[in-house]
């Protein structure tokens, strides 16, 4: 398996993704209590991009697209023989689709955090760095669909 071979949008997906992964366990929001001032955490685990709401969703779809791309990667390397499923659809849509789903996701579990009477809750620097790493996922996403399905994947 040679990595000059795997392509830029295939490369930029799974950096993004991984990282994107690991940071999603961090904590996403900071609390800041009205008279005691901020501190790390607001309340158990719904600070991670995991917590609550569309976060499960974000994460479950975050899975998957790697789950997708390390497989395509697998077969245009020819580490894995296998031949895809016929699907109405080109697999550089698939991919699209759910790294776009993942991203929309991702954006709204960034957006959107609990609050509680007394206590406002705000981004910490692993949100923020999430973000970031949701665009960079969007543009690897957006890559790999230009390139196009490989003669292998199809």
């Known amino acids: 398996m040679s990595l000059a071979k795997i ?6 997906l799974l950096g993004a993704g991984l990282l994107l992964l690991i940071d999603s366990f961090l904590k996403w929001n900071k609390a ?5 001032g901020s501190f790390g955490g607001a309340s158990g685990n719904f600070d991670s991009a995991w917590g609550y709401g569309v976060g499960p ?3 479950i779809l975050l899975l998957l697209t790697l789950a997708v791309v390390v497989l395509l990667t697998l077969i245009d390397q020819n580490v894995v023989q296998m031949k895809l499923p016929d699907l109405p659809i080109k697999i550089s849509q698939l991919v699209a689709g759910l790294a776009g789903l993942t991203v929309l996701f ?16 705000g981004r910490s620097l692993w949100g923020w760095v999430g973000l970031i ?3 960079v996922f969007a543009a690897g996403a957006f890559l790999r669909y230009q390139e196009g399905d490989s003669e292998a994947a199809v």
């Open 7 to 12: 392509s830029m949008g295939n490369k930029i």
């Open 32 to 36: 800041s209590v009205k008279g005691l």
């Open 57 to 59: 969703i974000f994460g």
């Open 106 to 121: 991702g954006l709204i579990r960034f957006l959107t955090h609990q609050s509680y009477p007394g206590i406002s809750v």
């Open 133 to 135: 790493l949701l665009l």
